[in-house]
């Protein structure tokens, strides 16, 4: 091996890409613990005791119980903090802000502007807070807390909260005095109750606990350190599924690695063919043979690890920095244990696995081959009998799974459905990978045969298919995996994401709902309208009237909707085209073509017909003019469409400073719920792309040593080719074409699977978590990319090859050295 190490660098390359993935994988996680460690830690820090409201049953920390436990001998200070959440109203815009008593000032928690807050109509915002909502000092905001009380402010302070404030630094906060903050959180107690003081924390924490009115209320008391152990527990859970995810897509660029190394060794054992004879000549066991090739495996194996450790470690460094940019937890690059000691394991297993058969192949070599080389180590490989039925029958049980999957995916019946469409989809694919040396050969053969009649080497491109179905196999399924990955997570996230659209739109049809106290009137509307980045606008009146319909009587909302309004909407078939005589709605406790009748606030009454769909929204839908009879004085809110491409969160403020004067009001934007969504959507897609990237590029090794052996093992073939007339020119052409054939193979066996299964998976996990009509959106434009990708990359593949056979002359016909 360290005579011929650059036969060995694609195999070498193949492990380096895996291990460095799971390596970069482990270091993630690793930085992720570390970083909410440190923001748990951050805000305990040396506290000895912690008391908490109780795990099972929310009961804050009384101001009484707050008292009795600072007081507890050993324990010199206490600190009593206040969080929650509130609206903040800003230019007549609702936000989500979280509250907190006053924290500290330290030197992670520092006074950027002004002074902190006194008492009474005093604040102090996070920096965050500041930069989000554009607030300074002196400015007004108002708080409306979820029991509805109200608290009209002055921003006298901007604070660079620190982990040891707040759990969440880049949130928006609004610290207070304790009992202000209260207020504002609507509770009447602390959430936690740091204790400080001298002697073991054990003891102080017994006594603590033990402590008059703590002991029999429902409270937790723990020490400082499993008070961060604890509230460890309780996020790692996404940062685990995090893990998870990523060593999914670590296990499927080994898995093509195992096959990339596999077609490596047998490269080698091909080419030392007669060294491997020559010392079974001397005396050379077949266990000797063995143990040598394998040992070769291993120390491929710990090198490549080794390698691949420090490459992933760096890959993770050179991340790290850009993930933890707008990042709520802090990343910093940490190494575990297990980020060196998995991959080195798993980078050693992978290489021994992949190198048996090549190995078992080794000792068949027969002595007399050193006296009679030849480069053609093994007789053609066919589809034999017993591998045909295997397959077909893994490929008929995998279908059948994947259809149970789609049956039992149903909302709220968990992840069973999706569990086993996934193990149907595992078992059908190694189903066609067994059925492979039937398959391939035949769809190249119906493929190339306008290629076949091109050209002679057209010709014998597509014979070579066929003559060797083993071979053209193996070199296809490393491009076969990779395709289908590819294809499979890009059709499944394009069909969520066109569910998810129709839901959302069907959710959030509007871009903005605004609404007021009184009503939006004519001059705000035009307002509305001037906005920059909104399309048009539209009023629509609204108004709570008593409903009766068989025996109940109720009060609903009423909206009165035209067409106008309706096609500012993305979802318009919902309200157009309504008459004087319906009333629309999803709400099934009406039914379809039964008589509604609607008492209106002058004492008119009218009777509708119900059109009840899934499509409707949950309120009463009717005419304009049925409203007017209704309540002829029914306030208006604003529904309003926003310009195509233009940025939802700038638009949304920009509103609500348009509407600043009109009092009470609200903005309601379903384009940004819709947008988050779809950038959820798209962030999982663009990591995961480039994360199977990576086993495309262990795949196109996987080519090109796949053809290097084929040139190998035709070195004589070659020869009397190049003896019988044949150009170096044709040579190439034939190699080339055979490898872009079967990349045209693979791409539409890949293209064919992966659709298959990313509408399957999309519409399985979809079913299991939502009742959202499944839209089967295919990316076409992607999916030709993804082929055209797959066929560049099998002709990239075949350039060493195909120079490589170039180079052999006519006299290898009569020699092979």
């Known amino acids: ?482 395709v289908t990955l590819i294809t499979l997570l890009t059709v499944g996230a394009s069909a969520s994401q066109a569910s998810l659209d129709r839901y959302l739109s069907a959710t959030y049809p509007q871009d903005a709902v605004v609404s007021a106290v009184k009503s939006v009137d004519e001059q705000t509307l035009t307002r509305i309208k001037a906005t920059d980045g909104v399309q048009d606008a539209a009023l629509v009146p609204s108004t709570t009237a008593d409903v009766s319909y068989g025996t109940t009587n109720t009060e609903r909302k009423v909206d009165g909707v035209d067409n106008a309004a309706a096609h500012l909407t993305h979802f318009p078939q919902r309200y157009e085209n309504l008459d004087d005589n319906t009333v629309r709605t999803s709400d099934t406790s009406l039914h379809d073509g039964e008589t509604v009748t609607i008492k209106g606030t002058a004492g008119t009454t009218v009777q509708l017909t119900a059109k009840v769909s899934d499509d409707y929204a949950p309120t009463l839908i009717v005419s304009t003019t049925v409203l007017n009879k209704i309540d002829a004085d029914a306030p208006d809110s604003a529904w309003v469409q926003y310009k195509a491409g233009a940025n939802v969160n700038t638009v949304t403020t920009d509103l609500g400073k348009a509407i600043g004067n009109l009092g009470h009001s609200s903005i309601d934007s379903g384009a940004q719920a819709r947008a988050q969504f779809g950038q959820m959507i798209d962030i999982v897609l663009a990591v995961a792309v480039g994360l199977l990237a990576v086993a495309v590029a262990i795949a196109v090794i996987g080519v090109a040593n796949t053809l290097g052996l084929s040139v190998l093992e035709r070195t004589q073939e070659i020869g009397l080719l190049r003896a019988l007339g044949m150009t170096r020119h044709q040579v190439r052409a034939m190699i080339s074409w055979e490898a872009v054939m079967i990349a045209v193979v693979a791409a539409a066996l890949g293209l064919a699977l992966g659709v298959t299964y990313g509408l399957i998976g999309a519409k399985t996990l979809l079913g299991s978590i939502t009742s959202t009509p499944f839209v089967a959106g295919l990316p076409w434009v992607r999916l030709v990319i993804i082929g055209l990708i797959a066929v560049a990359a099998g002709w990239l593949a075949s350039l060493i090859p195909a120079s490589r056979a170039n180079r052999i002359s006519p006299s290898a016909a009569l020699a092979t050295e």
Request: contains cysteine; positive net charge; aromatic residues 4%.
């Open 1 to 482: 091996m360290l005579r011929q190490p650059r036969q060995l660098i694609s195999a070498g390359i193949a492990i380096l890409l895996g291990v460095a993935f799971v390596a970069a994988t482990f270091v993630f996680s690793a930085s992720l613990n570390a970083g909410m460690t440190k923001l748990v830690a951050g805000m305990v820090g040396d506290a000895k005791v912690a008391v908490s409201p109780s795990d099972k049953v929310y009961t804050p920390v009384t101001p009484q119980q707050a008292d009795t436990v600072s007081k507890v001998p050993g324990i010199t200070r206490a600190k009593k903090i206040v969080q929650g959440s509130a609206t903040l109203q800003v230019d007549g815009q609702d936000n989500r802000a979280l509250i907190s008593s006053q924290p500290d000032l330290s030197s992670e928690t520092t006074l950027f502007e002004g002074t902190l807050a006194k008492g009474d109509g005093q604040v102090s915002i996070s920096k965050s807070a500041a930069d989000a909502y554009h607030l300074k000092l002196g400015d007004k905001v108002t708080l409306e807390t979820f029991d509805n009380q109200t608290f009209d402010e002055t921003v006298v302070g901007i604070i660079n909260a620190g982990n040891d404030a707040v759990t969440q630094p880049l949130a928006s906060w609004v610290f207070a005095p304790t009992e202000q903050a209260m207020a504002m959180a609507s509770t009447n107690g602390y959430n936690l109750v740091l204790l400080y003081g001298n002697g073991d924390d054990t003891a102080l924490r017994d006594a603590v606990q033990s402590a008059q009115g703590v002991s029999d209320a429902q409270l937790t008391v723990r020490t400082g350190q499993d008070e961060v152990k604890a509230a460890m527990k309780q996020m790692t859970g996404s940062t685990n599924s995090i893990q998870y995810v990523l060593l999914g897509f670590a296990a499927i660029a080994l898995f093509v690695g195992i096959i990339v190394i596999a077609n490596t060794f047998s490269i080698l054992v091909a080419q030392r063919v007669r060294q491997l004879a020559l010392l079974r000549c001397v005396g050379a066991t077949r266990n000797q043979v063995f143990g040598m090739v394998f040992g070769e495996a291993a120390l491929l194996g710990l090198v490549g690890s080794v390698a691949g450790i420090l490459a992933g470690f760096g890959l993770a460094a050179a991340l790290i920095p850009l993930a933890s940019k707008g990042a709520q937890i802090p990343l910093a690059f940490s190494i575990s244990p297990a980020a060196v000691i998995v991959p080195l394991v798993v980078g050693v297993l992978i290489t021994l696995a992949a190198s048996i058969s090549p190995a078992r192949k080794a000792t068949r070599v027969a002595p007399l081959a050193a006296m009679r080389p030849e480069l053609a180590v093994g007789k053609a490989k066919r589809l034999g009998i017993v591998r045909a039925i295997i397959g077909v029958l893994l490929v008929a049980g995998g279908a059948a799974m994947l259809a149970m999957g789609m049956v039992r995916a149903k909302p709220n019946s968990g992840m069973s459905g999706l569990v086993i469409a996934i193990g149907g989809g595992l078992l059908s694919f190694i189903g066609v990978l067994l059925v492979g040396r039937g398959l391939i050969p035949a769809l190249a053969r119906l493929i190339g045969t306008p290629l076949a009649k091109s050209s002679v080497s057209g010709d014998l491109a597509v014979g070579n298919t066929r003559r060797n179905p083993g071979r053209a196999a193996a070199t296809a399924n490393a491009l076969l995996v990779g």
